[in-house]
T-cell receptor, first 111, second 117 residues
Framework: RKEVEQDPGPFNVPEGATVAFNCTYS??????FFWYRQDCRKEPKLLMS???SGNEDGRFTAQLNRASQYISLLIRDSKLSDSATYLC????????????FGAGTRLAVHP | GAVVSQHPSWVICKSGTSVKIECRSL??????MFWYRQFPKQSLMLMAT?????????EQGVEKDKFLINHASLTLSTLTVTSAHPEDSSFYIC?????????????FGSGTQLSVL
């Protein structure tokens, strides 16, 4: 089983749509959780950290469910500029915080 | 924010040659750097953890003799792909950590696209 699994996508949505991405992780010892955005052939850029209490940053809302080992990202009012690949990332836990990425979900927002 | 410089951005080489990729933290000291590889339409796969002044720790399935990592200073880690072959063609990205825990203090280089002919 992969350490981090995501919806394969792609998601093709019109501008203004709400889209949700899901991610599960296998290591219950993981301590930190993130969503990254990656554009083609570029480095990933941190979108937001994910906390158990849930957190929101403008149109983006992230949730963590430790019991189910599940992370989600909600994007409201999608913009054309949101088109990218969204990666969830989880620290491996244990003695060293290595960041492990999911395979990513591609989002294409069309007019 | 902190800047990580990765060089070169692109490299094309013949099969059998070795390629060195540099990763520099420009405005902070990085005791730990990570090297990732990404094949088309796949995720970033952690290859190894590079610790300043000590041997790198490789992930399962990554050949340490194939991918040589040197972290000789607090601002520089290098990855050398030895005797590169077409299957080594990939996008390689480094990241550097500023603090003791990963959180938001992880910064990525811009990546190196390696094409082996």
């Amino acid at each position: 089983r992969k350490e981090v699994e995501q919806d394969p996508g792609p998601f093709n949505v019109p501008e203004g749509a709400t889209v949700a991405f899901n991610c599960t992780y296998s290591n219950s010892a993981s301590q930190s959780f993130f969503w990254y955005r990656q554009d083609c052939r570029k480095e990933p850029k941190l979108l937001m950290s994910v906390y158990s209490s849930g957190n929101e940053d403008g149109r983006f809302t992230a949730q963590l469910n430790r019991a189910s080992q599940y992370i989600s990202l909600l994007i409201r009012d999608s913009k054309l500029s949101d088109s990218a690949t969204y990666l969830c990332a989880v620290t491996r836990g244990g003695g060293y915080n290595k960041l492990i990425f999911g395979a990513g979900t591609r989002l294409a927002v069309h007019p | 924010g902190a800047v990580v410089s990765q060089h070169p951005s692109w490299v094309i080489c013949k099969s059998g040659t070795s390629v060195k990729i540099e990763c520099r933290s420009l405005d902070f000291q990085a005791t730990t750097m990570f090297w990732y590889r990404q094949f088309p339409k796949q995720s970033l796969m952690l290859m190894a953890t590079s610790n300043e002044g000590s041997k790198a720790t490789y992930e399962q399935g990554v050949e340490k003799d194939k991918f040589l990592i040197n972290h000789a200073s607090l601002t520089l880690s290098t990855l050398t792909v030895t005797s590169a072959h077409p299957e080594d063609s990939s996008f390689y990205i480094c990241s550097a950590m500023t603090g003791g825990t990963i959180n938001e203090k992880l910064f990525f280089g811009s990546g190196t696209q390696l094409s082996v002919l």
